[in-house]
């Protein structure tokens, strides 16, 4: 199994402000993916974050918006920019186990407030 | 492309009487399935997986899932709910390379328990 270790657990942000969400796995993983999870609705993905390279954004998300940085196989960032209210939600890193083990192991959330 | 219909979004039962989620799923290749759970301000729990192995899935708290590949279907199914049982429940799938794969989460089935 994968531990992640997700930070901050939750933050009020005022509109117009950036916050970064750090995602630590306690392996190695190839790839780590970042899901949006907006009040009552389900998981969106947003991203897939590959080291090394830039990361995948699913229609709907763009670079400018919610840039990520992923500088090792271990460790990646979030950022949420230019927050408004529309940007509440719990953030999500998750990364899949290895070859033999082929379920997701998600971290506890980060959840956004923005006023 | 893969894609997850959950088609109850809420589910209301007795304490005591058996519980059925219904998913069914769309997937070009072999999918793998799964069934998360998500308590009230709670991270994501996996209850049971789905990859290739045998159709009928068991999992934890006694919930199980049968995987009908001609009916597109992976039901969930606990033959006697409890209260703590009361939750968001949400049908994945996934497809491609183990440790690539990003999550298609279905839109919830939110179970409520009665006593």
């Known amino acids: 199994s994968a531990v992640i270790s997700q930070k901050p657990s939750r933050d009020i942000c005022q509109r117009g402000t950036s916050l970064t969400i750090q995602c630590q796995v306690d392996?190695?993983?190839?790839?780590m993916f970042w899901y949006r999870q907006q009040p009552g609705q389900s998981l969106t993905l947003i991203a897939t974050a590959n080291q090394g390279s830039e990361a995948t954004y699913e229609s709907g998300f763009v670079i400018d918006k919610f840039p990520i940085s992923r500088p090792n196989l271990t460790f990646s960032t979030l950022t949420v920019s230019n927050m408004s209210p529309e940007d509440s939600s719990i953030y999500l890193c998750s990364v899949e186990g290895n070859i033999k083990n082929t379920e997701a192991f998600f971290g506890q959330g980060t959840r956004l407030t923005v006023v | 492309a893969q894609s997850v219909t959950q088609l109850d979004s809420h589910v209301s039962v007795s304490e005591g009487t058996p519980v059925l989620l219904r998913c069914n799923y769309s997937s070009s290749y072999s999918p793998s399935l799964f069934w998360y759970v998500q308590h009230p301000n709670k991270g994501l729990q996996l209850l049971l997986k789905y990859t290739s192995a045998a159709t009928l899935v068991k999992g934890i708290n006694g919930f199980e899932a049968e995987f009908k590949k001609s009916e597109t279907s992976f039901h969930l199914t606990k033959p006697s709910a409890h209260m703590s049982d009361a939750a968001e429940y949400f049908c994945v799938v996934s497809e491609g390379l183990a440790g690539r794969r990003a999550l298609t989460f279905g839109s919830g089935t939110r179970l409520q328990v009665q006593p």
């Open positions: 392996s190695q993983v190839t790839m």
